[in-house]
Nanobody, 124 residues
Framework: VQLVESGGGPVQTGGSLRLSCTAS????????MGWFRQAPGKEREAVAC????????YHAPSVKGRFAISRDNAKNILYLQMSSLEPEDTAIYYC??????????????????WGQGTQVTVSS
Protein backbone atom coordinates (compact mmCIF):
# COMPACT_ATOMS: atom_id res chain seq x y z
CA VAL A 1 0.00 0.00 0.00
CA GLN A 2 1.32 3.42 -0.95
CA LEU A 3 -0.21 6.72 0.12
CA VAL A 4 1.26 9.95 -1.21
CA GLU A 5 0.12 13.30 0.14
CA SER A 6 0.46 16.61 -1.67
CA GLY A 7 -0.86 20.16 -1.49
CA GLY A 8 0.70 21.38 1.73
CA GLY A 9 2.69 24.57 2.07
CA PRO A 10 2.72 27.99 3.71
CA VAL A 11 -0.50 30.00 3.95
CA GLN A 12 -1.66 33.06 5.86
CA THR A 13 -4.33 33.06 8.55
CA GLY A 14 -7.76 32.88 6.98
CA GLY A 15 -6.44 31.24 3.83
CA SER A 16 -7.30 27.94 2.20
CA LEU A 17 -5.50 24.83 1.02
CA ARG A 18 -6.57 21.54 -0.49
CA LEU A 19 -4.61 18.45 0.40
CA SER A 20 -4.65 15.36 -1.79
CA CYS A 21 -3.68 11.77 -1.08
CA THR A 22 -3.17 9.39 -3.98
CA ALA A 23 -3.53 5.75 -2.99
CA SER A 24 -2.30 2.57 -4.64
CA UNK A 25 -1.92 -1.08 -3.70
CA UNK A 26 -5.35 -1.40 -2.12
CA UNK A 27 -8.99 -1.58 -3.14
CA UNK A 28 -9.64 2.11 -2.66
CA UNK A 29 -13.43 2.06 -2.70
CA UNK A 30 -13.39 -0.70 -0.06
CA UNK A 31 -11.09 1.21 2.24
CA UNK A 32 -11.81 3.69 4.99
CA MET A 33 -9.55 6.72 4.78
CA GLY A 34 -8.55 9.45 7.17
CA TRP A 35 -6.57 12.63 7.63
CA PHE A 36 -4.51 13.09 10.75
CA ARG A 37 -2.07 15.77 11.85
CA GLN A 38 0.83 16.16 14.20
CA ALA A 39 2.12 19.48 15.50
CA PRO A 40 5.61 19.85 17.01
CA GLY A 41 5.70 18.40 20.52
CA LYS A 42 2.17 17.02 20.27
CA GLU A 43 0.64 13.64 19.62
CA ARG A 44 -0.84 12.76 16.26
CA GLU A 45 -4.54 13.54 16.22
CA ALA A 46 -7.53 12.80 14.01
CA VAL A 47 -8.75 15.51 11.66
CA ALA A 48 -11.36 13.75 9.55
CA CYS A 49 -12.31 10.26 8.36
CA UNK A 50 -14.49 8.90 5.59
CA UNK A 51 -15.98 5.53 4.72
CA UNK A 52 -15.28 3.70 1.48
CA UNK A 53 -18.54 4.87 -0.09
CA UNK A 54 -17.98 8.43 1.06
CA UNK A 55 -21.31 8.47 2.87
CA UNK A 56 -19.88 8.07 6.36
CA UNK A 57 -18.03 11.17 7.54
CA TYR A 58 -16.39 12.37 10.73
CA HIS A 59 -14.74 15.73 11.36
CA ALA A 60 -12.98 16.60 14.59
CA PRO A 61 -14.69 19.39 16.55
CA SER A 62 -11.66 21.64 16.09
CA VAL A 63 -12.05 21.64 12.30
CA LYS A 64 -15.79 21.11 11.81
CA GLY A 65 -17.22 23.80 9.57
CA ARG A 66 -13.76 24.75 8.27
CA PHE A 67 -12.39 21.51 6.80
CA ALA A 68 -14.12 18.99 4.55
CA ILE A 69 -12.97 15.48 3.72
CA SER A 70 -13.99 13.90 0.42
CA ARG A 71 -12.86 11.20 -1.97
CA ASP A 72 -12.89 10.35 -5.66
CA ASN A 73 -13.09 6.58 -5.91
CA ALA A 74 -12.65 6.67 -9.70
CA LYS A 75 -9.25 8.33 -9.28
CA ASN A 76 -8.16 6.73 -5.98
CA ILE A 77 -7.70 10.16 -4.42
CA LEU A 78 -8.60 11.41 -0.96
CA TYR A 79 -9.01 15.17 -0.37
CA LEU A 80 -9.03 17.55 2.54
CA GLN A 81 -10.35 21.02 1.75
CA MET A 82 -9.18 23.40 4.44
CA SER A 83 -10.47 26.94 4.82
CA SER A 84 -10.34 29.68 7.47
CA LEU A 85 -6.95 28.34 8.47
CA GLU A 86 -5.51 29.35 11.82
CA PRO A 87 -1.94 29.18 13.19
CA GLU A 88 -3.13 26.32 15.41
CA ASP A 89 -3.66 24.25 12.25
CA THR A 90 0.09 24.24 11.60
CA ALA A 91 1.20 20.60 11.52
CA ILE A 92 2.30 17.74 9.35
CA TYR A 93 -0.82 16.26 7.79
CA TYR A 94 -0.93 12.52 7.17
CA CYS A 95 -3.20 10.37 5.04
CA UNK A 96 -4.15 6.96 6.44
CA UNK A 97 -5.99 3.92 5.13
CA UNK A 98 -7.58 0.74 6.39
CA UNK A 99 -8.84 -2.04 4.14
CA UNK A 100 -12.34 -1.97 5.59
CA UNK A 101 -15.21 -0.01 4.06
CA UNK A 102 -16.75 1.49 7.19
CA UNK A 103 -14.69 4.21 8.87
CA UNK A 104 -15.12 2.55 12.24
CA UNK A 105 -13.09 4.64 14.61
CA UNK A 106 -11.34 7.82 13.53
CA UNK A 107 -8.31 7.03 15.64
CA UNK A 108 -4.60 6.69 14.91
CA UNK A 109 -4.44 3.11 16.18
CA UNK A 110 -7.22 1.95 13.85
CA UNK A 111 -5.31 2.73 10.67
CA UNK A 112 -2.44 0.45 9.60
CA UNK A 113 -1.31 2.28 6.44
CA TRP A 114 0.18 5.78 6.43
CA GLY A 115 1.64 8.29 4.01
CA GLN A 116 4.80 10.28 4.58
CA GLY A 117 2.98 13.50 5.43
CA THR A 118 2.80 17.02 4.03
CA GLN A 119 3.63 20.16 6.00
CA VAL A 120 1.03 22.88 6.45
CA THR A 121 2.27 26.13 7.98
CA VAL A 122 -0.21 28.89 8.82
CA SER A 123 1.29 32.27 9.62
CA SER A 124 -0.46 35.07 11.46
Amino acid sequence: VQLVESGGGPVQTGGSLRLSCTASGLSFEDSAMGWFRQAPGKEREAVACISGSGLGLYHAPSVKGRFAISRDNAKNILYLQMSSLEPEDTAIYYCAARSEAGYGRCEVAWYPFWGQGTQVTVSS
